[in-house]
């Protein structure tokens, strides 16, 4: 941090100086990303100077990645050591940043193998990366031989994670005041007035519940709520409405979501407590969203069940993906059952049965994505010597038993 002040010249030698100060405050700006490499002993003897990249993750404006070398970068190390690296993605002129690189110890014992510019000072100033492509990091961060009999490797995996500071600066000028601003409180004023029902002008009966709102609160944030309440097509018995293919939790989940903005508790909000709960939840709250216009609501939901793709799930997830327009759900989900080692469980499950009657042109996305992995692949399209095609019959024509997972 450096300091300058600029003073002004007295105007008579009796007069007391007066001056202005600004600060220079230099600092980073950190992030970090965890590159998880599942498989180890398959990437040995890819060869020298051949790496395996993580995805790409932003930091400070800038684009960057880890690369993993298995074999080792430098030829004249004869493959006895990996080597790793963080490097610049994007176009950069003199990038200046912290790095660190770590090791995760997978035994709890916390002894990481870390290389780092953090918490120390430097001799010679954070390193500079002036194009993209350019590296930091280590061609002998740690002897092969070594790394394959310790903590690091569990269940053939390594888990390795890379910090960037980039480097910022900025001018401050004095402050003459500090006034403290609370967070916004909207969303809980408006929780409260459709808990209390003060006002509300319309009702509906979802699934033998009723449910009390304000009609001008509805129609600001559903276009189709707006058409419905006031536009020229409005119902006319506006004392209660009756809606129909929508459960009573979802229903007050989606009045939850159009007054406070936030997703309330899932499980808690239908009583569920079985594993998988929210997911069905948020299955069904996805597909109330796009019935009513709430595309944030949509989005949000979307979010969720890309996290929560799983065998038994997978199928439904992308007839739904399919039905209402989410193309980055459904990506998600054809990369998932595509893989070899799901494929096969996926098919045996009752929600691939109904995703085959419901959305039968989905399937020929799927062989793309089957296709597609299986030419990176060095092993056929097999499982136990014995193809499933899509259809659910085997090489020979046989049908496979289909069960729930």
Not at 52 to 68: E, N, P, Q, R
């Amino acid at each position: 941090m450096g300091v300058s002040r600029v003073y002004s010249e007295p105007s008579n030698s009796s007069s007391l100086s007066s001056g202005t100060s600004s600060i220079a405050v230099i600092d980073t700006i950190d992030g970090t990303h965890e590159f998880r490499i599942n498989g180890y002993s398959l990437a040995k003897g890819l060869g020298i100077g051949k790496y395996i990249a993580s995805d790409k993750f932003i930091v400070g404006g800038y684009s960057w990645a880890i690369y993993f070398y298995p074999d080792g970068k430098s030829p004249e190390d004869n493959g006895s050591y990996v080597s790793l690296f963080i490097a610049l993605a994007s176009e950069g002129t003199d990038v200046r940043a912290l790095f660190e690189l770590k090791l995760e110890d997978q035994s709890g014992k916390e002894n990481h193998k870390v290389h780092t510019h953090f918490g120390r000072p430097l001799e010679t100033g954070p390193y500079a990366l002036k194009y993209r492509g350019s590296m930091w990091g280590y061609k002998r961060f740690y002897r092969r031989t070594s790394l394959e009999s310790s903590d690091y490797l569990k269940d053939d995996c390594l888990v390795i994670k890379g910090t960037v500071g980039v480097v910022k600066s900025r001018t401050e000028g004095p402050k003459k005041y500090l006034i403290r601003v609370s967070p916004s409180d909207m969303g809980k004023d408006f929780g409260e007035l459709l808990e209390s029902k003060t006002g509300a002008d319309v009702s509906f009966e979802v699934d033998g519940e009723v449910f009390a709102a304000h009609k001008v609160i509805l129609a600001a944030r559903s276009p189709v709520f707006r058409a419905q309440l006031l536009g020229p097509m409005k119902e006319k018995n506006m004392e209660c409405i009756r809606v129909e293919d929508i459960e009573a939790p979802v229903f007050k989940a989606l009045l939850h979501f159009i007054y406070s903005d936030e997703l309330p508790d899932m499980q808690e909000l239908s009583g569920l407590n079985y594993k998988g709960a929210s997911t069905l939840i948020a299955q069904h709250m996805l597909a109330a969203a796009d019935r009513y216009g709430l595309e944030r609501l949509k989005l949000l939901c979307e979010a969720q069940l890309c996290e929560d793709i799983a065998i038994n799930n997978v199928a439904a997830t992308l007839a739904l993906a399919q039905q209402h327009q989410c193309e980055q759900l459904k990506a998600q989900c054809l990369k998932f059952i595509a893989l070899h080692e799901n494929l096969r469980a996926v098919m045996q499950t009752e929600g691939f049965d109904y995703l085959k009657v419901s959305c039968p042109s989905v399937l020929s996305e799927l062989l793309v994505y089957v296709a597609r992995i299986s030419k990176h692949s060095t092993s056929s399209f097999a499982y136990s010597n014995e193809a499933i095609l899509l259809d659910g019959s085997d090489m020979n024509g046989r049908r496979v038993k289909q069960r729930l997972f």
